[in-house]
C-alpha cells in the first residue's frame, strides 16, 4: 500500500517560489508515475504536472509551463514541485498521487491516480 505525504505549501506574494515536496513510501514506490494536482475553492481539481516512474519523463499542464519543475530524488523517495514566478491565480490546495500503471516510462493525465496525499495548501496573495 502507498502513501503520500505533502509538505512545502505556505503564504508568499505574486512573484515568488515554493518548492512542494511529495514523499513515496510503501512496497516498491519507486515504479509509479507521481502527478500533482490542485483544487481553488469552487474550481475542479486540475492536474499540475506529473513525473515518470524513474524520473526520465515529465509533463506539465498549460498554466503552469515553464513556471514549474518537477523533479524526483529516487534515493528519498520524494517528488519535488518547484514553483516559480507564482501567481494569485496558483492559490490551492495542492495534492499528490500515485499514477495506478507501473514501470510507465511517459507519464500522464489519462490514467487513474489513486493514494492521494492529504494536500498542502498554497496561497499567491500580497
Known amino acids: 500500500q502507498l502513501q503520500l505525504v505533502e509538505s512545502g505549501g505556505e503564504s508568499v506574494q505574486p512573484g515568488g517560489s515554493l518548492r512542494l515536496s511529495c514523499v513515496v513510501t510503501?512496497?516498491?514506490?519507486?515504479?509509479?508515475?507521481i502527478g500533482w494536482f490542485r483544487q481553488a475553492p469552487g474550481k475542479q481539481r486540475e492536474g499540475v504536472s506529473c513525473?515518470?516512474?524513474?524520473?526520465?519523463?515529465?509533463f506539465y499542464g498549460d498554466s503552469v509551463k515553464g513556471r514549474f519543475a518537477i523533479s524526483r530524488d529516487l534515493s528519498r523517495h520524494t517528488v519535488y514541485l518547484q514553483m516559480d514566478s507564482l501567481k494569485p491565480e496558483d492559490t490551492a490546495l495542492y495534492y499528490c498521487?500515485?499514477?495506478?500503471?507501473?514501470?510507465?516510462?511517459?507519464?500522464?493525465?489519462?490514467?487513474?491516480?489513486?493514494?492521494w496525499g492529504q494536500g498542502t495548501q498554497v496561497t499567491v496573495s500580497s
Open positions: 498521487a500515485a499514477d495506478l500503471t507501473p514501470y510507465s516510462p511517459v507519464c500522464t493525465f489519462q490514467r487513474p491516480y489513486d493514494h
Open positions: 513525473i515518470s516512474a524513474r524520473g526520465g519523463n515529465a
Open positions: 510503501g512496497f516498491t514506490p519507486e515504479i509509479y508515475s
